[in-house]
């Protein structure tokens, strides 16, 4: 088969397919190495760009879907009358970003960054299928873990997870408050109670708060 003819095949499959396609699964259905139907794929991409197509081909870790474009989406709708969806919160966000940047991750782990009981936020982001079950940990109870989905990256526009901005660098935050205690402390029958008094007061190292921007 010339590599027009493969071309055209892998387009018709990843139509046919309409989900994100693991690129072993397309090579197996072409009969070729996974290193060569990268390639085609590749050129399939670039090719869509060229002629200006209303699809192009996104590219999801070791997926490929084939996909309308986004200067679309409005007309789109028009015709198969589909809402928008409504917007996540920033308590999704929050969620969303501690998955992302820490994935696996369990239940638990989101509610102790957090500070809050997350279940029904985990629930909305599976549902939206930015987030899905990865697993259980062995560990007792064998929690779920969770990680991000192709979905999330399509709509984040990012091929891979690589891709994600950096954390803030924590090494600019303010130093903390150390208390200086003088080099000859007074005897213990010379302090008065207002000095034994006098460090009351100062605050405790607190607990780092983890926070992160999404654009």
């Known amino acids: 088969m010339r590599v027009q003819e493969l071309q055209a095949a892998a387009e018709a499959v990843l139509f046919a397919c309409g989900e994100p396609l693991e690129i072993s699964r397309i090579a197996e259905a072409l009969e070729l190495d996974v290193e060569y139907t990268t390639l085609l794929l590749d050129k399939l991409a670039a090719e869509l760009d060229e002629r200006?197509?209303?699809?192009?081909?996104?590219?999801?870790?070791?997926?490929y879907q084939l996909c309308t474009r986004a200067q679309y989406a409005d007309m789109i709708r028009s015709v198969l009358e589909v809402k928008k969806n409504t917007p996540l919160s920033s308590a999704a966000f929050e969620v969303l970003a501690v998955v992302a940047y820490n994935q696996p991750v369990t239940?638990?782990?989101i509610d102790q960054v957090r500070g809050v009981d997350c279940s029904g936020v985990i629930g909305t982001l599976c549902q939206r299928g930015?987030?899905?079950?990865?697993?259980?940990?062995?560990l007792p109870g064998r929690p779920l873990l969770y990680g991000t989905t192709p979905e999330f990256l399509k709509c984040f526009c990012i091929s891979s997870l690589s891709e994600l901005p950096e954390l803030p660098d924590r090494g600019n935050e303010p130093e903390k408050l150390?208390?200086?205690?003088p080099d000859n402390p007074p005897a213990?029958?010379?302090?008065?109670?207002d000095e034994q008094d006098a460090y009351e007061g100062v605050p405790e190292d607190g607990d780092d708060l983890f926070s992160v921007d999404v654009e």
Do not use: F, M, Q, V
């Open 107 to 109: 239940k638990s782990y």
């Open 130 to 138: 930015l987030i899905e079950e990865k697993g259980r940990l062995e």
């Open 52 to 63: 200006g197509s209303g699809l192009c081909l996104l590219k999801l870790d070791d997926r």
């Open 188 to 193: 213990a029958e010379e302090s008065r109670p």
């Open 178 to 181: 150390e208390l200086e205690l």
